[in-house]
Every structure is written in C-alpha cells, then in structure tokens.
C-alpha cells in the first residue's frame, strides 16, 4: 500500500470531504488524526475511519480546535505528532461559506471565512513544516474549491478565501521543493457535505441558478480524486473535466512561470553558495 504506516493530519475531519480523504487512506495502511470543532461529530468520525483501519494498530485520534486560532492548531499538531510520530501528509480541508446579498453581509462574515478557511490552513502548515522540513519530505494538500478559480455571485466572502489558498499555494509550491516537500491544492466542485447544505440555507436564487448547473459530487469521488492526485504527485487536482478546463485555462502560463522561476532560484542559491565557500577559503 502507498501510504502504509505513514501519519496523515487532517483539519475539517469530521465530516464531508476531510472524512472521505481520512476514510481511504486508512485503508491504505495510514494512522489518522483529525482536527474539527464538535466533539460530537469527531467522536463518530473516529468510530468510522476505525473501521476501515487495515490493521488495528493503525491509531485514530482526534482533538476538537477551532483552526482559526493557531495556538490551538499548533498545540493539537504538537500532540498528534507525540503520540504517533511525525507527520507525512497534512490536508486542510476546514472550512466554511455563508452565501448572500454583499450588501447584506456583516463585516464579521468576511473575517470569519478568511480566517477560517485562508488562516487556519495557514496556522497548519505553519505547524507541520518544521517537522517536514527536518526529514526533508512530506506532503501538503490545500483544499481550495472551484470557486478559488472563478468569482461567483453570491460568494463575495467564500471566494477571496478560496483565491488566497491559491496564492499561497503557488508563491509555496518553489519554497517547499527545496525541502523535498511536495504541495498540492484542489478544486472540488459542489459537493454534497453538511457545508453545502449549510450554505443552502442563505444563497440567493441567482447562486442556486449559477451552481445548480454544475452538478454535485458525492464526498467519497472527490476524496478519491485527492488521494490519486497525491499518489502522482500533482500540483493541481481538479475533479472532473469541467475544473479541469477552468483551471488549465485560468493558470495556463503558471507551469511555464514555475519551471523559470525554479531555474532562477536554483541559479540565485548556487551563486550564494559560491560566494560564501570563496569568502571561506579567502580566510
């Protein structure tokens, strides 16, 4: 198995996508902790992915946090990784929408989103890379969403935060390379998870006419989808031919940008290098 006796982190892994994800790669061999706000839901999330366990010694733990505050993500990073030993794979898949009117909206709606879903996948990755950096491998996955790709009606709160994921990921992805650490970021299309039936609850009609086109994806295929994009290492993981389209199209030159600048980082280091072992041995 791919990931047999690894360490998987997964924020928002109590329910929707971040469960699938945590549900297959247990049955790939991976010991499992995940990070959600209800205790509730993250004992029952527990009870489920120790069911699909290949082998009873694969641990499952689970800490309740708010991944906005990064106190608190850092310390429940700190903990699993006690416990079960250091982390090969992080996925951040916690996050929330609040569709609606702009005009209509609280400022408090807007912080909350971006210090949800841009922060807290922040504070995660803050968390993990000391520990990555050290064994000089790892994998990072940022779940962004189709709406990180293309401006909606109705999502001026969700998709600035889901565009931030994407300019993190990008101005990263050169940064981690360096440490042998490789990073991803998706964009799921509608899914059906207890976030989209939330959201349903507050979008216009204007965004059920626009969405409503596109489909909805069950949980477990998009999961599925993540877990083959990291097995191949991808950059860019879009499920379905639709995302795929948008974001080839949307970031057609990003391939070309990221070979240049990895060429001109690696040239700017190999100088610095030189220089520093010329001035060494002018001593």
């Known amino acids: 198995?791919?990931?047999a006796g690894q360490h998987a982190i997964i924020?928002?892994?109590?329910?929707?996508?971040g469960k699938a994800v945590a549900k297959l790669l247990a049955k790939e061999g991976m010991h499992i902790s995940i990070i959600a706000r209800s205790k509730t839901k993250l004992e029952a999330?527990?009870?489920e992915i120790k069911k699909v366990r290949?082998?009873?010694?694969?641990q499952v733990l689970a800490l309740s946090v708010d991944v906005a505050e990064g106190i608190q993500v850092k310390q429940a990073?700190?903990?699993?990784i006690d416990?079960?030993?250091?982390?090969?794979l992080l996925i951040t898949s916690a996050g929330i929408a609040h569709p609606g009117y702009f005009q209509d909206l609280e400022f408090e709606i807007f912080e909350r989103t971006m210090a949800v879903n841009y922060f807290g996948t922040l504070y995660a990755i803050k968390a993990v890379l000391g520990f990555m950096e050290q064994k000089r491998q790892g994998h990072i996955v940022l779940i962004s969403s189709a709406a990180g790709l293309t401006g909606i009606y109705g999502y001026t709160p969700y998709c600035p935060s889901k565009f931030a994921l994407r300019g993190l990921a990008e101005s990263l992805r050169?940064?981690?390379?360096?440490?042998?650490?490789?990073?991803s970021i998706v964009y799921p299309p509608d899914t059906d998870t207890p976030q989209l039936e939330q959201e349903n609850k507050t979008k216009p009609l204007e965004t059920k006419a626009i969405t409503g086109s596109a489909g909805i994806w069950s949980a477990h295929d998009v999961a599925y989808e993540i877990v083959k994009g990291i097995k191949k290492k991808s950059f860019a993981i879009t499920p379905g031919w639709e995302i795929t389209l948008l974001s080839y199209f949307h970031?057609?030159?990003f391939s070309c940008l990221g070979w240049y600048a990895d060429r001109l980082v690696a040239k700017v280091r190999k100088e610095n290098e030189e220089k520093v072992e010329s001035n060494d041995q002018s001593y």
């Open 83 to 88: 416990q079960i030993g250091s982390v090969d």
């Open 54 to 58: 290949v082998k009873t010694t694969q």
């Open 45 to 47: 999330a527990t009870n």
């Open 11 to 17: 924020t928002g892994g109590s329910s929707g996508i």
């Open 1 to 3: 198995m791919y990931f």
């Open 77 to 80: 990073i700190n903990t699993f």
């Open 251 to 253: 970031s057609v030159l």
């Open 174 to 183: 050169g940064e981690l390379k360096l440490f042998g650490i490789d990073l």
